[in-house]
Nanobody, 122 residues
């Protein structure tokens, strides 16, 4: 299957940090944008950040600006999400996927992975 594989999630205390990774598994990615999304129980999937593989230009949802940083390694077809100053409301399953346009809309994304759980709790 052509999908990303996410890793790096875990349990962390409020104020802590985690670094998530997602790697294209078994396919050559042609789409120019990689996005990170999250879905908390009972809530819709929301876009967190996306990055242009070509330029490195990144966008963030307001709730994570100044705390999260997205980056990519094109040679490894991998994207990272460095998450600092984590809050309990960041608790969710985090997914990555790829799109042909710069958007936070999950409907435009493909190659969804299985996700990695992030839990922020004391």
């Amino acid at each position: 299957q052509s999908q990303f594989v996410e890793s790096g999630g875990g349990l962390v205390q409020p104020g802590g940090s985690l670094r998530l990774s997602c790697t294209a598994s078994g396919f050559t990615l042609a789409l120019p944008y990689i996005g990170w999304f999250r879905q908390a129980p009972g809530k819709e999937r929301e876009g967190v950040s996306f990055i242009s593989r070509r330029t490195g230009l990144a966008k963030y949802v307001d709730s994570v600006k100044g705390r999260f940083t997205i980056s990519r390694d094109n040679a490894k077809i991998t994207a990272y999400l460095q998450m600092n100053s984590l809050k309990p409301e960041d608790t969710a399953i985090y997914y990555c996927a790829a799109a042909n346009i710069a958007t936070f809309s999950p409907h435009e994304y493909n190659h969804w992975g299985q996700g990695t759980q992030v839990t922020v709790s004391s």
